[in-house]
């Protein structure tokens, strides 16, 4: 079975600093694929950034980074420059290659951004 | 292309009615995800459609539950005889398929209250 923690109910940063955000997972699958989305008060899940657990870089897009590694099985995000905006629940989700139906999510991180 | 659309956002309604709920999904995502959101924790999922066919299931889709998608397009969620532990947030969710990670995108939501 798959399971996702993240062990940070809530983080503060001040604006324009970084940020890492806490992952780990569970899995026997062999090829899975790890995703970071962001909800703000919206209620909207707003994809960010995945990681392929053969890719050998970590995945980066704009601001946002994933620390991946894989022997501790942590999926780090990485959040760089803070922005007030950023604030808002951020969630890690896997999914299996060959049972991509399932996305297993965490319980979440409440981030905010100070000014 | 303006992205997955649920309607509507909000519901209210008393224990035992039957409610509702539409996804319209990304036009050329073949694929639509349905999820459930409580208050503090990640989506659950709930069950899953490629084009017309409902493939997979989650256990937490009690008999009282039932999602169509007939014409391979919009979908349906129907609760009937709600309960108050139905009260939650909808989420529906489109992808591409093929081989390899299709990210999944979202909707707004429907947020259920049931009094």
């Known amino acids: 079975a798959q399971k996702i923690t993240q062990t940070q109910p809530g983080m503060f940063v001040q604006e324009k600093e970084a940020v890492t955000l806490d992952c780990t997972y569970d899995?026997?699958?062999?090829?899975?694929?790890l995703f970071w989305y962001k909800q703000p008060s919206s209620g909207e899940m707003i994809f960010l950034i995945y990681?392929?657990?053969?890719?050998?870089q970590n995945a980066t897009e704009g601001r946002y980074s994933l620390n991946f590694q894989k022997a501790r099985k942590s999926a780090n995000l990485v959040i760089s420059a803070s922005q007030l905006g950023d604030s808002a629940m951020y969630f890690c989700?896997?999914?299996?290659?060959?049972?991509?139906?399932?996305?297993?999510f965490g319980a979440g991180t409440r981030l905010t951004v100070k000014p | 292309d303006t992205g997955v659309s649920q309607d509507p956002r909000h519901k209210i309604t008393k224990r035992g009615q039957n409610v509702t709920f539409r996804c319209d999904p990304i036009?050329?995502?073949?694929?639509l995800y349905w999820y459930r959101q409580t208050l503090g924790q990640g989506p659950e999922f709930l069950t899953y459609?490629?084009?017309?066919?409902?493939?997979?299931k989650s256990r937490l889709l009690s008999d009282r539950f039932s999602a169509e998608r007939p014409k391979g397009s919009f979908s349906t969620l129907e609760i009937q005889r709600t309960e108050q532990g139905d009260s939650a947030m909808y989420l529906c969710?489109?992808?591409?398929?093929?081989?390899?990670?299709?990210?999944?995108?979202f909707g707004p939501g429907t947020r259920l209250t049931v009094t």
């Open positions: 899995t026997s699958d062999q090829s899975y694929g």
């Open positions: 990681q392929g657990s053969y890719d050998e």
């Open positions: 036009s050329e995502h073949n694929r």
């Open positions: 459609f490629q084009n017309e066919a409902q493939l997979e």
């Open positions: 969710a489109s992808s591409e398929s093929g081989k390899g990670f299709y990210e999944q995108y």
């Open positions: 989700a896997m999914r299996a290659l060959y049972n991509n139906n399932d996305m297993r």
